[in-house]
């Protein structure tokens, strides 16, 4: 069985402009909802940046225009 995730409250001060344009671009309804994607969006950030330099480390990926002029 899966468990749920802890959430906890938090008291932070943010600036407003940010969060609106955030809301803006993110499509979301409320202030938490929109931190809450913009926090996941820095984590899978991460994980893609560490899938293309595991990627680039294993030397598979080739220059498909190295040989045109």
């Known amino acids: 069985m899966a ?6 409250r938090k008291n932070m001060r ?3 402009h ?3 344009q955030a809301k803006d671009i993110l499509g979301t309804r409320t202030e938490t ?4 994607q913009a926090l996941e969006l820095v984590v ?3 994980e893609v940046a560490g899938g293309i ?6 030397r ?3 220059d498909v225009y190295a040989n045109e002029t």
């Open 33 to 36: 909802e929109t931190v809450e």
């Open 18 to 20: 940010l969060i609106d």
């Open 53 to 58: 330099r595991r990627i680039a480390g294993s």
């Open 60 to 62: 598979s990926l080739r």
């Open 44 to 46: 899978f950030r991460k």
């Open 3 to 8: 468990q749920a995730e802890r959430v906890v």
């Open 14 to 16: 943010l600036r407003q």
